[in-house]
């Protein structure tokens, strides 16, 4: 509660919430991700234990979207980026491995189209296909 609850709430912020967005279970390592966009945060859960063993943040994405456990147990993420503060920033697609926290091992930056301009504020999703690749969408 302290790490989810402590940005603020009612009094102190328009939005107090911490916007979950993400929920993903790797049944292999019964591990549990959930993503928490205000937060620019991604907890791993142990699901026998019920603690969390790992977390994930702003070094790596900022207001994200949609965080999924991938085949080799490293994470996708669509990083909305920190578009809120900086208009220049731009969204993309980030895959980590779990066990080097501060490195982004391949990004897509969503720069491909001109109704985009290459920025997502809210939304997005990654989505690993049965043949490896990868299918995403751009939310607005």
Not at 13 to 22: D, L
Not at 92 to 104: G, L, M
Not at 112 to 123: A, C, E, N, T, V
Request: charged share 25%; with cysteine.
């Amino acid at each position: 509660d302290e790490e989810l609850f402590a940005h603020g709430n009612a009094d102190t912020i328009a939005n107090p919430g911490a916007h979950m967005n993400s929920f993903d279970v790797n049944e292999k390592t019964g591990l549990i991700s959930v993503g928490f966009r205000d937060l620019s945060q991604i907890y791993v859960i142990d699901k026998k234990s019920k603690l969390v063993i790992e977390k994930y943040g702003k070094s790596l994405f900022k207001y994200q979207h949609d965080s999924r456990f991938l085949a080799d147990e490293k994470i996708a993420v669509f990083n909305n980026n920190n578009i809120y503060e900086n208009l220049n920033s731009q969204s993309s697609v980030v895959i980590f491995d779990r066990k080097n926290k501060e490195i982004i091992n391949w990004e897509f930056k969503c720069k491909f189209d001109s109704l985009s301009d290459g920025r997502s504020l809210k939304g997005g999703s990654v989505s690993e296909l049965p043949n490896g690749n990868f299918l995403f969408f751009i939310g607005h």
